[in-house]
């Protein structure tokens, strides 16, 4: 099923109305789809890398209104949407394991470590900002600083170094991002408990 999903969402890349597509499922990533914009994304960009640029912006705006879109589902209808999704994709309790121990600082460091490795999925992030009740107006803005790093850092690299960063960034970006994102939760664990 995962695998004709993401053979799916490739093929979107080529289509006439592929930044309508890419706003679409970067929309829907942030709240209930499975696959990641990037799948789309870095297709479109390398195939037209004077766009990278234009892309990164769309899938920025689109996965931040879908940020959005997720809080209101975890703060106005966590029992009615959230919970059966969660339950869908066998992240309920993990969720629950997150939700018992989170706050506005491990929001934080979630959106950071989700918008460098997916690590968790923005959408497990944005439905539990709502489910916490994390101020709207500060979950937009990291949102925004979050995900617009991501697709910003990748339209450059795809400008600067074209198709030979492609494999890099499929095959071993994700692991440098998630020492990062490792190091960074070390860092908070650390601070948390240092002082």
Request: hydrophobic fraction near 60%; aromatic fraction near 14%; charged fraction near 15%.
């Amino acid at each position: 099923m995962l695998r004709g999903l993401y053979n799916w969402t490739l093929s979107l890349a080529a289509s006439k109305s592929a930044e309508w597509w890419l706003a679409f499922i970067a929309f829907v990533e942030s709240s209930v789809f499975l696959v990641p914009a990037d799948v789309l994304y870095l297709p479109m960009a390398l195939s037209r890398p004077e766009r990278a640029y234009r892309y990164a912006l769309i899938a920025t705006v689109a996965s931040v209104l879908g940020g959005i879109a997720g809080w209101f589902i975890g703060h106005y209808a966590y029992d009615a949407v959230a919970r059966p999704i969660l339950e869908f994709y066998g992240k309920y309790d993990e969720f629950e394991k997150l939700r018992a121990g989170a706050g506005t600082g491990f929001i934080i460091l979630m959106l950071i470590t989700s918008g460098a490795a997916h690590l968790p999925p923005i959408k497990v992030v944005t439905i539990l900002s709502g489910v916490i009740g994390v101020n709207l107006a500060l979950f937009i803005v990291l949102a925004i600083v979050a995900r617009g790093a991501r697709f910003l850092l990748l339209a450059w690299l795809l400008r600067r170094y074209g198709e030979p960063i492609r494999e890099f960034i499929e095959k071993r970006l994700g692991l440098i991002a998630g020492a990062a994102a490792a190091a960074l939760i070390l860092l908070y664990i650390l601070v948390k408990y240092a002082l």
